[in-house]
């Protein structure tokens, strides 16, 4: 048996140098690995090819610059999604995406922290690090998510026991790890306030459909840390301080990272990008409140 050290591999991850420079998060750049969208010298990359810093890759034809700069970027913004729009970059029925009313970025690219679907309204998070959405979304790390969901149909305590034991939809075992009742709402059409823990599609509707009821509404208003505030309204959106973002670093074991220092003439700038980005959104609106603990 030899007592010669077994030595950690070369070089670092394709999909993760990725993820660090914002191109995407680890889980979108092992698609395109997959797919055959990313070039590693000249060559087709292959799923956990290793890179350094002398190699030069393309994505969709299109070359990567390793930055070491930006490679520690990591900035948080806050977007309340309103009705309607798709969480994609580009829709091929061209409907509107939630990535065009977000601020420019010179280098790099926003990171959706998760989905939603076009009809469910609510929080959502982008990030130019991958690795932290990568993070905030793998399981591994809690992070749960809090809705609120208008109900329509008769809603009975056996419901909300089977909703919290769990249910077997068609891609396993689902539940809510709390459901409540918020105060506003009669008859048939009620507020509840559920948390699920994970982030597959559709989760909610289908687990309050499995009970023979109807979701007419349905608004993201948490994820982990992060709650939506009464400040940011529909298609509007708020970056975060250093110290939140230092928390949610925290909350996935990230050290932080400090944000670039920006001038009074960015600052402005940025307002103005924000003011002609947010144009206004005409949905309905239902008055909800959110339930004592």
């Known amino acids: 048996m030899s007592d010669t050290p ?10 993760k140098v990725l993820a660090r420079l914002g191109i995407a998060s680890r889980r979108e750049a092992e698609q395109w690995i997959k797919d055959g969208r990313i070039q590693v010298n000249d060559k087709r990359a292959t799923l956990g090819q290793r ?7 393309t994505v969709d034809g299109r070359p990567v610059k390793q930055d070491p700069e930006q490679g520690i970027l990591r900035r948080v913004i806050i977007y309340n999604k309103p009705e309607g729009e798709v969480c994609t970059r580009h829709d091929p029925e061209g409907r509107p995406t939630v990535f065009s009313r977000l ?9 959706n922290i998760g989905r939603l679907d076009i009809n469910t ?23 749960d998510r809090e809705y609120a969901v208008r109900v329509r149909g008769e809603v009975t305590e056996e419901m909300i026991e ?6 077997m939809l068609e891609d396993g075992m689902a539940k809510f790890s709390d459901v409540q009742v918020a105060p506003e709402g009669d008859g048939l059409n009620r507020w509840y306030h559920c948390v699920v823990m994970e982030g597959r599609n559709r ?10 009821v109807v979701v007419s509404r349905l608004k993201r208003v948490r994820f982990g840390p992060v709650f939506l505030t009464a400040d940011i309204s529909l298609g509007r959106w708020r970056e975060m301080t250093q110290y939140e973002t230092n928390i949610l670093s925290k909350e996935v074991q990230l050290e932080p990272v ?11 700038k940025v307002q103005r990008q ?9 949905t309905r609106t239902a008055r909800y409140k959110k339930p004592r603990a």
Do not use: C
């Open 6 to 15: 077994i030595q950690p591999p070369a070089g670092e991850k394709l999909q």
């Open 51 to 57: 890179v350094f810093a002398k190699d030069s890759f």
């Open 103 to 111: 601020p420019k970025l010179k280098g790099g690219r926003w990171v």
């Open 121 to 143: 309204t609510g929080l959502l998070m982008f990030t130019t690090d991958g690795e932290l959405a990568n993070r905030l979304m793998h399981p591994s790390y809690n992070m």
């Open 162 to 167: 089977n909703l919290k034991k769990g249910v």
């Open 203 to 212: 989760e909610v509707r289908r687990l309050w459909e499995s009970q023979g």
């Open 258 to 268: 400090a944000l670039p220092e920006i001038t009074q003439k960015q600052r402005e």
């Open 274 to 282: 924000e003011r002609r980005l947010a144009k206004p959104v005409n």
